[in-house]
């Protein structure tokens, strides 16, 4: 595919040039591939495509939607990330347009391809778009829980085993009084209900 913004972006295989200077145009922000994923979701809603269709579109989307905050953990120049990329700006509208484009009745039931109609040819690239995605999801997510691992055994053998969390032992250690409130003679304990006062002498208790 040399269409979407990833075509405009790198001038469809030729080199942009300003002049005698090469023009390396800014890869694009996450706002820009956000923006398109929001295009082929009203691209879908406008067309009512069919459901086996719908629901393949929502899984891409989804998938490189919760990609797309960890694209700075692929690099921008890995393969996975420009696949990230291309899926959301190029290879997933040009599908959903593709198919769009056609008379419904053509593109739902004439053969164009080993017998395959035109919206069957649309469902496999949705499946294989959500598999490719699903792959570099996964490996990006690998990548974040191994590091973690990691952290955990440089822990373990920095600071030797983990810790209990320690035991409090406070069953012999007196508890001192309210400031303020008069000790227990007897018990050494307040009177604020953590013992009582004894009578003076030569009185009833009432």
Excluded: W
């Excluded at 398109?36 to 009203?42: A, Y």
């Excluded at 990609?67 to 190029?90: F, H, K």
């Amino acid at each position: 595919m040399s269409g979407g913004f990833l075509g405009r972006l790198f001038g469809r295989g030729q080199n942009n040039e300003q002049g005698d200077r090469l023009v390396v145009p800014a890869p694009p922000t996450s706002g820009d591939l956000l923006a398109s994923l929001d295009r082929v979701e009203s691209m879908v809603a406008a067309g009512a495509v069919p459901a086996p269709v719908a629901s393949r579109v929502r899984r891409v989307d989804q998938v490189v939607r919760d990609t797309i905050p960890r694209l700075p953990s692929l690099g921008a120049g890995s393969p996975q990330a420009y696949s990230v990329m291309a899926t959301a700006t190029d290879y997933l509208p040009e599908a959903v347009g593709g198919y769009l484009r056609l008379p419904r009745q053509f593109a739902d039931n004439r053969p164009v391809d080993n017998g395959k109609s035109s919206l069957m040819v649309l469902i496999d690239q949705l499946d294989l778009l959500a598999a490719t995605m699903d792959k570099v999801f996964d490996a990006v997510c690998r990548a974040d829980a191994d590091a973690l691992v990691a952290h955990g055994r440089f822990l373990s053998q920095k600071f030797g085993s983990a810790s209990t969390g320690g035991a409090l032992n406070v069953g012999s250690a007196p508890i001192p009084p309210i400031p303020g409130t008069p000790a227990s003679p007897q018990t050494g304990e307040d009177a604020g209900g953590l013992g009582r006062l004894q009578p003076p002498a030569g009185r009833d208790a009432t």
